[in-house]
Nanobody
Framework: QVQLVESGGGLVQAGGSLRLSCAAS????????MGWYRQAPGKQRELVAT???????NYADSMKGRFTISRDTAKNTVYLQMNSLKPEDTAVYYC???????????WGQGTQVTVSS
């Protein structure tokens, strides 16, 4: 059983920055991948960024150049640095982790990010 706890959300003005954190209960280096997703009101959950065990990253097109995913394996924590935030970035941001065996995906409880114009 993997537990993921997000933090760092809040209210920020457009153009501002926030850093989200996702603390995992296990060794994140053993995970297949970890990532961030978001869900805005009335919309489906969408990919923000992912990082594989080997460190390869993938970003949604609208986040490239503004958001950065990183990790600290010693702290079992994954981060999402969000810069140049826009009102359309307002959403609940979820951390997830894919593990190898059994092949399961875990989700955190989410953290609210609100960007005011």
């Amino acid at each position: 059983q993997v537990q993921l706890v997000e933090s760092g959300g809040g209210l920020v003005q457009a153009g501002g920055s926030l850093r989200l954190s996702c603390a995992a209960s296990g060794s994140i280096f053993s995970f297949k991948s970890m990532g961030w997703y978001r869900q805005a009101p009335g919309k489906q959950r969408e990919l923000v960024a992912t990082m594989t065990r080997g460190g390869s990253t993938n970003y949604a097109d609208s986040m490239k150049g503004r958001f950065t995913i990183s990790r600290d394996t010693a702290k079992n924590t994954v981060y999402l640095q969000m810069n140049s935030l826009k009102p359309e970035d307002t959403a609940v941001y979820y951390c997830n982790a894919d593990i190898y065996s059994p092949p399961l995906t875990y989700w955190g409880q989410g953290t609210q990010v609100t960007v005011s114009s």
